[in-house]
């Protein structure tokens, strides 16, 4: 048994996990990312111009009462964290849409990580070798609060069969 786990292991660390590997509840933790006000403001700078995110002064004046990161630059960085190994599924993360939301700024110094769980598994009656997984991440900052969520579809598909 403890070989055949280390062989799933193996497999799983090279290829990352299908279908046939997934279980609703299954819970998983990405590595982590820190952001400085500099890849804050630079991010901003170039796909979400706004004030509160370019300037101390317009940010302090703001809902946020200081430099808060574009909420597209914290999902972004769930993406990379997600891809990275935080939801290692083998044919990639496609998703096919879902709910987000961001409760708390993101802000320079914060190091966030993100926690996904499996909610749900809806085979394909078509198409056999697939089904939508919902996923709900979490991104988290290093004080535990969430910052990000998103509750996503995603299309997940069988391991492929070796060649006969």
Not at 105 to 115: A, C, I, M, S
Request: glycine letters at 8%.
């Amino acid at each position: 048994m403890i070989l055949e786990q280390s062989v799933t292991q193996t497999i799983q660390k090279e290829s990352g996990l299908y279908l046939d590997d997934l279980y609703i509840g299954q819970k998983f933790t990405s590595s982590t990312f820190h952001l400085t006000e500099e890849k804050i403001k630079a991010f901003a700078a170039e796909f979400d111009p706004q004030p509160f995110h370019l300037d101390e002064a317009a940010a302090k004046a703001s809902v946020f009462g200081g430099l808060a990161a574009s909420g597209w630059h914290t999902a972004a960085v769930a993406m990379r964290l997600l891809v990275d190994g935080g939801l290692p599924l083998g044919n990639g993360i496609i998703g096919l849409g879902g709910d987000l939301a961001w409760p708390k700024p993101t802000r320079p110094g914060d190091t966030l990580h993100v926690e996904s769980e499996i909610l749900e598994i809806v085979p394909s009656r078509s198409k056999p070798n697939q089904a939508i997984v919902k996923v709900r991440s979490t991104t988290l900052n290093q004080n535990g609060e969430a910052v990000h969520s998103f509750t996503s579809k995603c299309l997940v598909f069988k391991r492929p069969q070796p060649p006969a």
